[in-house]
């Protein structure tokens, strides 16, 4: 087992492109997040999933991205029309829900810049 | 809402002298605690966490930390630092039911070690 993965780990766009991130989570783990981390900031949590349901989204994500999980797999994030704004980490972490902890592990990250 | 301060943005300690990170939390409950330390290029790594029973809890890497009720605090400590834990360390607090099911972090404490 290797952990969770993300690719890219670097993704450079113009403002008002598309961009969709993915993330490979530790393989027997059955939910699976999503965070944003600015610079100087803590992670900011932005949705999950158990399985392919997606239980919470948060404030934060707005109607120009959207998460799936199509086979309670890996997932991808997708952005819309991006803004400056969204510039930062996005960090991907999987858990298994029904163990004795919840813990999550992080993937290492994709680094968004939009210019 | 749940809430997490971390009040030292920097700290600078010498190499082999003790260290105390802060960490007070707000929430209804009692919560699940956890120190995450974040090194550059890397994905965040659980130092310890907190669920229930024992206030000390020990962690990775010669890391402590202890939950007060009374104070809502979980300081993280460790006796003798080395230059390897130069990192920013978080303080997340987990919502441990009804909801969201996302950390929620405190912005980091950048530490600094002096040689």
């Known amino acids: 087992d290797t952990g969770v993965s993300q690719n890219p780990r670097h993704k450079i766009t113009k403002r008002g492109q598309n961009v969709t991130f993915r993330c490979d989570p530790i393989s027997e783990h059955n939910r699976l997040y999503w965070y944003r981390q600015t610079l100087g900031q803590g992670p900011e949590f932005l949705t999950y999933?158990?399985?392919?349901?997606?239980?919470?989204k948060s404030r934060l994500l707005s109607d120009r991205f959207s998460a799936e999980r199509p086979k309670g797999s890996f997932s991808t994030l997708e952005i819309q029309r991006t803004e400056q704004g969204d510039s930062a980490m996005y960090l991907c972490?999987?858990?298994?829900?029904?163990?004795?902890?919840?813990?999550?592990?992080f993937g290492p990250g994709t680094r968004l810049t939009v210019l | 809402a749940q809430s997490v301060t971390q009040p030292d943005i920097h700290i600078t300690v010498s190499e082999g002298a003790s260290l105390e990170l802060r960490c007070n939390y707000s929430?209804?409950?009692?919560?699940?605690l956890f120190w995450y330390v974040q090194s550059p290029g890397q994905g965040l790594q659980l130092l310890l966490k907190?669920?229930?029973?024992?206030?000390l809890v020990q962690g990775i890497k010669g890391f402590e930390a202890e939950f007060k009720r009374s104070q809502s605090s979980f300081n993280l400590r460790k006796p003798s630092v080395h230059w390897s834990d130069a990192a920013e360390y978080f303080c997340a607090v987990l919502y441990s039911g009804g909801g969201a099911d996302g950390l929620t972090f405190g912005k980091g404490t950048h530490l600094i070690i002096q040689p």
């Open positions: 929430y209804g409950a009692t919560p699940y």
């Open positions: 972490a999987s858990s298994f829900f029904g163990g004795a902890n919840n813990e999550q592990f």
């Open positions: 907190y669920f229930s029973g024992d206030t």
């Open positions: 999933f158990q399985n392919e349901a997606q239980l919470e």
